[in-house]
């Protein structure tokens, strides 16, 4: 599984602890950027390439799960790193095929149910509400997580799909 990365200036130097913490998992990675920091930068001049490629490889259908695929075998996912999370995560989900979710710390059962239940492909990271170690024990367990199938989440992520 490829996994891109993204963010601003106040994700930035998160995004670089993290993107060593992926490898190190033994996952492909790819910096979208930004690239250096910079107080000025604008989140979705990074985001969107992010959210475009996420879009690129959707998740496998609901019908194609239940023939025995689990969506983990078969995606490419983001991880995004920005102040709160939740202007990445705006952005991201304008994407048809895109499920952003945004995690800031705290309860970390939240972070299995994204998976779990909602099959994400990009996880938005808070980096100004959450210590490094907290961002990787919540991408691991991310990561780790598998799409649980069960038919009342794939008939709703049918419905979310079905709706453009």
Known sequence: ????FAGDHAGFELKKELIEFVRSLGYETEDLGPFSYDANDDYPDFVIPLAKRIA???PPTPSFIKEGAKGA?????????????QGEAIVANRFAGVRAV?????NL???RKMR??????????????MSEEEAKTAVKLWLETPFSGDERH??????????K
């Open 1 to 4: 599984m490829k996994i891109y």
């Open 56 to 58: 690129e490889n959707p």
């Open 73 to 85: 075998d078969f995606l490419v996912r983001g991880i995004i790193i920005g102040g709160s999370g």
């Open 102 to 106: 945004v995690y800031y710390g705290g």
């Open 109 to 111: 059962e939240v972070v």
């Open 116 to 129: 779990e239940h909602n099959d994400a492909n990009i996880l938005s990271l808070g980096a100004r509400f």
């Open 154 to 163: 794939m008939r709703r992520l049918a419905k979310i799909d079905a709706w």
